[in-house]
């Protein structure tokens, strides 16, 4: 069996990012292992512009994005292969692959880092009633379709839900001539980027019916039409109010969902809020030399972000590699009073005191809040914030000495001082 | 001219055919649908019953109970997926326990081996998932769970090897017979004729006997919906448990699947349209709602898909597997459940009396066994690297939720009858079958349909007809 330090599954942004920061740490021995033909992952398909503006300070579209960290990847010589199937890691960190070139291989690898990405919530996910004829697609699906393989999935469209890959295909089944009737949102607000709703929608003037949904599909081969109602309070929809639209296509963009079969394999401990692992500071799971990065951890809004924090993902993967033993203690992050979640989900209780960035959604939109971190009950860190939304990933950055009090407290907690 | 033409190309349809090559002679077998098993075969609860539950004398009840005793043979010699889970039926309620004898009673009348009767506390013993509110349960160990579709799959597959004729979007409009001979017209002026007719047609062989018979049916479609959970929760029954029949109906399943998710249905609502598929909100509702009853463990966030089907419904209540008043038409009629637990005892006897009829000879090439696809993802490493080195399109994974290679992809397109949409695809090799629901896989596929049948991208669809998936190319 090969043995190597460094096995990263997934060439998207995450694994490309975690890969050129291992190398620039030092380590040689990295295999990078992507199932696509090609490596960039979803970037490859998201062809349109505001990619990069925290990490390179310009915007760019998401193929470009993905090809200066692949040239970067490259000119480092790390190796890596396309067409390459992870099928398998074990708990002792076996990773077993499958192409058609290599075969079935088998590596024990010193180090992992997970960087598989997400998944659309398909259309059994939400319980959507009605006919099962052709023409229903999750928006990425949709989108590989129109942007990679160069082919229509619809004329007249109705998309539900309002996040960011459903308001960026509302735009560009626009640009190719299809009609976009409206878009439905459960919700009484929008899980995508504020500026997508502006620039997908509003210059386009596609409706956008929030507290609706989509209680019925029609069509015996193909759609023919989405009944739409509006919810109440409690999401129920209100039935006499329905309203047929009529369309040949629905598009799905109703939720990520971070795609963790290899990790569940490999005894990886996930939580329930993110479906992603539960992590620390240094983006290891409870799996010692198991890391994980990117929409696999938790699905971010921004390329940027997930660059970020693959990054760090790569040097702490380095660092572990390089004899870095794991603190057995650990301290919960508790997310309270709106918070819905944080990255990481814990700290090390070590005396390694270096500025941390923590990444957390919170659970409804909420005016006027202060986001705070107590240790023990003593408010160690506030930002005051007009409005947050679930669409909008927030980030604080927190000081080395900041840290130290949270590593020496007994009880974390992040929570929304409204 | 043919010896024999059976319509329909369901399990009954494609049983018989199979049953059948085993003589000499010249079949025809006509559907109208683009592929084998795209009606009540391809989506029901996909259970091998025992046979306590039909009226003792019933041909339910007789053709459910030999048909059950032929799986284990036949599933080895098709190669389709089976296993005799068995099956439990659960009692709530103190009062109603009794009710629990008479049905074991009717299954050993109805010849059911086997049957035992154990308390709540012994139900949950042997699943620990069932509900506290189980009093009491009857065990029927010789009940059983089938993948139907990829059953009818392997009959078809078998009877093709042997000789079979299949013809696909024929939907038979015309049957006469005049001087021993039927003539059977198709909807697009096909025209084809034979000594023998079987009637297979399941929701619409009413219509294909009233073409030639005095006696009239009217099949009632009568519509199930089911919802199917993902396989990281399969653990939650092994044994298919069905509730007790009341008053309120016969309740609600909760079974494993040969594949190792977990079903749940179906409802029962009469319907006009025989192609009236929709699933609605209240059914869907009110199905999980009784499945929680057996099983309070249940979570709606698992579930990753939703289907519904038609059963074959005929007010006569029993099956009708009869030489027809007209000679040599036989009809296969009301076959619902359990209708696919029934199918192989059904075919073997309608051949036979085909076969008797027309004096055939035993078919000298016969080959009774068929091999299913590889299944990459249920092999050894070693076997995986076996297949690999003989076609290298075994290494290439298309749909990652299910682990199926584009190997196994066009393998189910090269068969005869193959594949030839994605729905087709995805019934032979489960691609597109799991948790992401065919998000990923579906350019894929459907570029690998395209390259296999030589087609256009536009013109592959997700089961035939008007249901092609692309409109052409972008600007």
């Known amino acids: 069996m090969r043995k190597m330090n460094l096995v990263i599954v997934g060439g998207g942004p995450a694994g490309l990012a975690a890969a050129k920061a291992a190398y620039d740490c030092g380590e040689r021995d990295i295999l990078i292992l992507e199932r696509e033909a090609e490596l960039g992952g979803i970037l490859n398909q998201c062809i349109h512009n505001g990619f990069g503006l925290h990490t390179f300070k310009e915007e760019l579209t998401g193929p470009e994005y993905a090809q200066r960290y692949i040239d970067q990847v490259v000119e480092r010589g790390i190796e890596y292969r396309v067409n390459a199937t992870v099928i398998d890691v074990s708990k002792d960190k076996v990773v077993t692959y499958v192409s058609a070139v290599d075969g079935l291989t088998q590596i024990q690898a010193k180090a992992i880092i997970l960087a598989c990405g997400c998944r659309e919530r398909p259309r059994g996910g939400i319980n959507i009633a009605g006919m099962r004829g052709a023409g229903v697609f999750s928006a990425g699906t949709a989108q590989k379709l129109v942007n990679i393989d160069g082919y229509m999935p619809g004329k007249e469209c109705v998309i539900l839900g309002s996040g960011d890959i459903g308001l960026i295909m509302a735009r560009r089944m626009t640009f190719e001539g299809a009609k976009v009737k409206a878009v439905v949102e459960l919700m009484p607000y929008s899980s995508g980027l504020n500026r997508n709703i502006v620039q997908c929608l509003n210059d386009f003037d596609i409706p956008l019916y929030f507290s609706h949904t989509v209680v019925d599909i029609k069509g015996k081969d193909r759609v023919t039409g989405v009944v739409v109602a509006p919810v109440d309070e409690k999401l129920a929809p209100i039935m006499d109010k329905a309203e047929l639209i009529e369309c040949d296509t629905?598009?799905?963009?109703?939720?990520?969902?971070?795609?963790?079969?290899?990790?569940?394999?490999?005894?990886?401990?996930?939580?329930?809020?993110t479906g992603g692992a539960?992590?620390?500071?240094?983006?290891?799971?409870?799996?010692?030399?198991?890391?994980?990065?990117?929409?696999?951890?938790?699905?971010?809004?921004?390329?940027?972000?997930?660059?970020?924090e693959s990054e760090n993902a790569g040097k702490c993967a380095v660092a572990?590699?390089?004899?870095?033993?794991?603190?057995?203690?650990?301290?919960?992050?508790?997310?309270?009073?709106?918070?819905?979640y944080c990255v990481p989900t814990q700290l090390n209780r070590d005396d390694n005191y270096q500025p941390l960035n923590f990444k957390m959604r919170v659970a409804n939109v909420f005016k006027k809040v202060e986001l705070a971190v107590f240790a023990d009950g003593v408010k160690v860190f506030g930002k005051k914030r007009p409005v947050v939304a679930p669409g909008e990933m927030e980030s604080i950055n927190l000081t080395a000495e900041q840290v130290e009090t949270l590593k020496k407290a007994q009880h974390i907690e992040i929570t929304l001082i409204k | 001219m043919k010896d024999i033409i059976i319509i329909g190309g369901g399990i009954i349809g494609c049983s018989i055919a199979r049953e059948l090559s085993r003589?000499?002679?010249?079949?025809?077998?006509?559907e109208k649908g683009n592929d084998v098993s795209v009606g009540t075969t391809k989506a029901n609860s996909g259970i091998v019953h025992g046979g306590h539950d039909a009226y003792p004398n019933s041909k339910k009840a007789y053709y459910n109970v030999k048909g059950n005793a032929m799986f284990d043979q036949l599933s080895k010699e098709l190669d389709f997926p089976f296993r005799r889970n068995g099956s439990m039926v659960l009692c709530f309620n103190e009062d109603l326990k009794c009710?629990?004898?008479?049905?074991?009673?009717?299954?050993?009348?109805?010849?059911?081996k086997g049957l035992y009767i154990v308390d709540g506390d012994k139900a949950r013993e042997m699943e620990p998932h069932l509900s506290k509110s189980v009093v009491a349960a009857?065990?029927?160990?010789?009940?059983?769970?089938v993948s139907p579709y990829e059953m009818a799959v392997a009959y078809a597959e078998n009877a093709c090897t042997n000789g079979v004729e299949f013809r696909f979007l024929s939907e038979v409009t015309g049957l006469k017979k005049e001087d021993g001979i039927f003539t059977v017209t198709c909807a697009d002026g096909y025209?084809?004729?034979?000594?023998?007719?079987?009637?297979?047609?399941?929701?619409?062989?009413?219509?294909?006997?009233?073409?030639?018979?005095?006696?009239?049916?009217q099949v009632q479609p009568r519509k199930g919906d089911y919802m199917l959970m993902d396989k990281s929760v399969g653990y939650l029954a092994d044994h298919t448990l069905f509730q007790q029949p009341t008053k309120m109906g016969k309740g609600i399943l909760v079974t494993p699947t040969t594949h190792g998710n977990i079903l749940v249905g179906p409802t029962a609502t009469d319907k006009l349209d025989k192609d009236d598929v929709n699933t609605t909100i209240e059914e869907l509702g009110e199905a999980f709602a009784k499945a929680l009853v057996s099983v309070p463990t249940l979570n709606k966030r698992t579930i990753i898909t939703q289907f519904s089907g038609l059963r074959a419904h005929?007010?006569?209540?029993?099956?009708?597997?009869?030489?027809?008043?007209?000679?040599?038409?036989?009809?296969c009629l009301g076959i619902e459940s359990p209708g696919l637990s029934a199918a192989p005892a059904i075919a073997v006897e309608v051949a036979g009396w085909v076969a008797e009829k027309l004096a055939l000879k035993a078919n000298a090439n016969f080959v009774a066994t068929r091999k299913a696809i590889p299944q990459f993802s249920h092999l050894s490493n070693i076997d995986r690297q076996k297949l690999i080195d003989q076609n290298p399109l075994y290494g290439n994974i298309v749909c990652r939720c299910e682990v199926v290679t584009e190997g196994e992809i066009v393998e189910s397109i090269r068969r005869k009858p193959g594949a030839v949409d994605l729905d087709g695809v995805k019934r032979r090799t489960r691609a597109g079958m799991g948790r992401c629901q065919a998000g990923f896989c579906t350019p894929r596929i459907m570029e690998i349909i395209a390259r296999e049948l030589n087609l256009p991208l536009e013109e592959v669809t997700k089961r035939g007809g008007a249901s092609q998936v692309v409109f052409g190319r972008t600007k």
């Open chain 1, 278 to 308: 539960v992590v620390d500071e240094n983006m290891m799971t409870n799996i010692d030399g198991v890391f994980e990065c990117g929409n696999v951890l938790h699905v971010h809004d921004l390329v940027d972000f997930v660059s970020a």
């Open chain 2, 314 to 331: 005929i007010p006569e209540n029993d099956f009708v597997v009869e030489e027809s008043e007209v000679e040599g038409f036989y009809n």
């Open chain 2, 191 to 217: 025209t084809e004729q034979a000594k023998v007719v079987v009637n297979a047609a399941g929701l619409f062989a009413d219509e294909i006997n009233n073409l030639i018979c005095e006696r009239k049916y």
């Open chain 2, 23 to 30: 003589f000499s002679a010249d079949i025809l077998l006509l």
């Open chain 2, 138 to 145: 009857l065990v029927i160990p010789s009940g059983g769970i």
């Open chain 1, 250 to 273: 629905l598009l799905l963009s109703v939720g990520l969902l971070p795609e963790n079969e290899l990790a569940k394999q490999g005894g990886v401990e996930l939580s329930n809020v």
């Open chain 2, 99 to 112: 009710g629990l004898n008479d049905l074991l009673a009717r299954g050993e009348q109805n010849g059911v």
């Open chain 1, 320 to 340: 572990y590699i390089n004899g870095l033993e794991s603190c057995a203690e650990k301290i919960a992050i508790n997310c309270t009073n709106g918070v819905r």
